[in-house]
């Protein structure tokens, strides 16, 4: 079997995309990211400044059809989530949505459909529940100190 990078594709590129998406998941040696998209090519442009020459594209279709590209992180506004999520799973690569998940019920349960079946890997972030931080202001709560 062929050692290959797993080929990254961002979707939102505020802070969370570029930082957390981009910054982070480039430093892992079997990820490379491959592919940017915003609905603001101001945004592309400034993410680009920070990740490199990575393709930028405002059109999901021209995102989506960037080669190379196994997994997406969508890391765009809420509101936006589940349709970033049913392009993405449509397109049969595998997706990290950030929290929330989506921001009615019906949206949830339309990504869950859009997935059954479909053999790829679908996550929805919750990584700071276990962060260190959370984790002791839990311990510090539980025990009456607040």
């Known amino acids: 079997m062929e050692n290959k990078k797993i080929g990254i594709g961002i979707i939102g590129l ?63 506004s809420p509101a936006a989530h589940a349709k970033n999520c049913l392009d993405v799973l449509s397109a049969k690569k595998h997706v990290y949505v950030e929290k929330p998940m ?15 079946g479909t053999n790829v890997v679908f996550m929805v972030g919750l990584e700071l529940r276990y962060c260190t931080l959370m984790q002791d202001m839990k311990k510090i709560i539980e025990s009456g100190e607040i």
């Open 14 to 76: 505020g802070g969370r995309g570029v930082h957390f998406g981009g910054e982070l998941f480039s430093k892992f040696p079997d990820c490379r990211i491959v592919g940017l998209h915003d609905i603001s090519q101001y945004k592309i442009n400034e993410a680009r400044k920070i990740l490199g020459d990575i393709p930028g594209t405002t059109s999901i279709d021209e995102f989506l059809a960037i080669p190379g590209m196994d997994a997406v992180i969508i890391c765009s």
């Open 102 to 116: 989506a921001t009615t019920i019906e949206d949830c349960d339309a990504m869950i459909d859009a997935w059954n």
